[in-house]
Each structure stands twice: as C-alpha cells, then as structure tokens.
C-alpha cells in the first residue's frame, strides 16, 4: 500500500513538474512575440494598421475605446497561475496600440512585476510610429535613482537601429523564473543596472535622458 502511494505521489509530481514545465515555456514564448510584433512594426516602412495587429494576435487583441476615429487596443499576458502557486512573483506584459482612422500612431510595452507582495515596478517603452520620430528618451536617466523607481523609454521608430534593439530587450524570463525580478534593471538590463550601493543607473551616455535627437533639433 505504501509503494502504491509512493508511486501515485510520484507520477502526480512529474504531471505538476510536466504542466508547470509547459506552461512556461507558453509564457515564454508568447511573451517573446509581443515583444518581436512591437519591434517588427516599428521596422514597417509604412505605419501598421489595425488589421495588421488583428492578423498577428487575433481575439487576443482587445478593444479597450473608441472616441470618433481614435481607437486603443490592448494585448495582456500575465503569469497568473505561477503566482497562484506561489512559485513567481505576479508578472504582467501589456502591449497598447493607439490609432487614427484605422492606423497605429502610438505602441506602448508596459512590464511589469510585484516585488515583495507589496509594490510593483514596471517599465513602459513607448514607440512613436512615424518617418519623422527619431527621438530616443529614458528616465531615469542618471546613476543613483533609487532600488524601487519605473523606468521611461520614448523612442521613434526612425531612431537608429540599434536603440530600437537596445530599448526592446526585455528580460521575458521574468514571467517564468523562480523568484522573478525586482527592479527596473531585471526587466530591462540592456538599459538599466543596479549598482553596488544598490541604486538604478542607466547603462549608457545620454544628455539628461536624450539618447537621440531629431536631426532637426538644434
């Protein structure tokens, strides 16, 4: 009898282990596209619009509004059920979309954790769809903000290159590792760091938060 439960405890933790395994690697997964589909439509020579967001997420794109011919829409994805078995901190990806007329003017990525059952942290990259928009700005900008501030990214997609792939480099993993993340430089290292006196500082130059300027900026 005692082998017998032996054996069903068993074969119940491998389904547990199995289910949790699969689940993850969901999140993951799904996570990486909503990332992938923001920089993807920023690299569009012309602005997306609704149908083409709809074709990629299908009905996991909401309508949140409409006021006229301006409509936003929201992609979430969270990692509920880890938290509820208590094995992640509450996790949560949003992907906003703003449009005029059937066009995406605006895409915003907000991501964000619960550290300590007690306050959140969370970081919004803001893409500006335009052939004109080439500014690149965060906060916080400087090298001792504090362990528990949000991070603020605005940036075109005319900007370089390479700041399109430095500012959408979020650490996805947050959803799914063991004790998850607990500040802005665990969500988004490629910007961020925490320094040895346990503050938030950005990881490259900028001019008061302005990474990259219009050319037509003086």
């Given at each position: 009898m005692?082998?017998?439960l032996?054996?069903?405890?068993a074969?119940?933790?491998?389904i ?16 990486q596209?909503?990332v ?12 997306p619009?609704v149908?083409?967001?709809?074709e ?10 409409c ?7 929201t992609?979430?994805?969270?990692n509920?059920?880890l ?7 509450y996790?949560?990806m949003?992907?906003?979309?703003w449009?005029?007329?059937g066009?995406?003017l605006?895409n915003?990525l907000d991501?964000t ?7 959140r ?13 080439q ?8 090298s ?11 940036i075109?997609?005319a ?9 959408l480099?979020?650490?996805?993993s947050c959803l ?10 665990d ?5 961020w ?9 950005c990881v490259?130059q ?7 300027k219009?050319?037509?900026?003086p």
């Amino acid at each position: 009898m005692i082998q017998r439960l032996t054996l069903a405890a068993a074969l119940v933790a491998v389904i547990v282990c199995g289910s949790v395994f699969s689940y993850s690697r969901f999140l993951s997964n799904r996570a990486q596209f909503i990332v992938r589909t923001t920089y993807e439509l920023a690299e569009e020579k012309q602005p997306p619009t609704v149908a083409n967001i709809r074709e990629r997420f299908g009905n996991r794109l909401q309508l949140d509004e409409c006021s006229g011919p301006e409509c936003a829409y929201t992609v979430a994805l969270s990692n509920r059920v880890l938290a509820a078995l208590h094995i992640i901190h509450y996790t949560e990806m949003r992907s906003y979309f703003w449009t005029r007329d059937g066009v995406v003017l605006r895409n915003m990525l907000d991501y964000t954790t619960t550290v300590n059952h007690q306050h959140r942290i969370v970081i919004h990259v803001q893409i500006d769809l335009c052939k004109d928009c080439q500014m690149v700005a965060v906060h916080p900008w400087d090298s001792a903000s504090p362990l528990d501030t949000n991070g603020l990214i605005e940036i075109g997609s005319a900007a370089s290159l390479q700041s399109r792939r430095t500012m959408l480099s979020v650490n996805t993993s947050c959803l799914t590792t063991f004790g998850g993340c607990q500040n802005v430089a665990d969500l988004l290292p490629a910007v961020w760091k925490q320094t040895a006196d346990r503050k938030i500082g950005c990881v490259f130059q900028n001019d008061r938060g302005l990474v990259e300027k219009p050319a037509n900026w003086p």
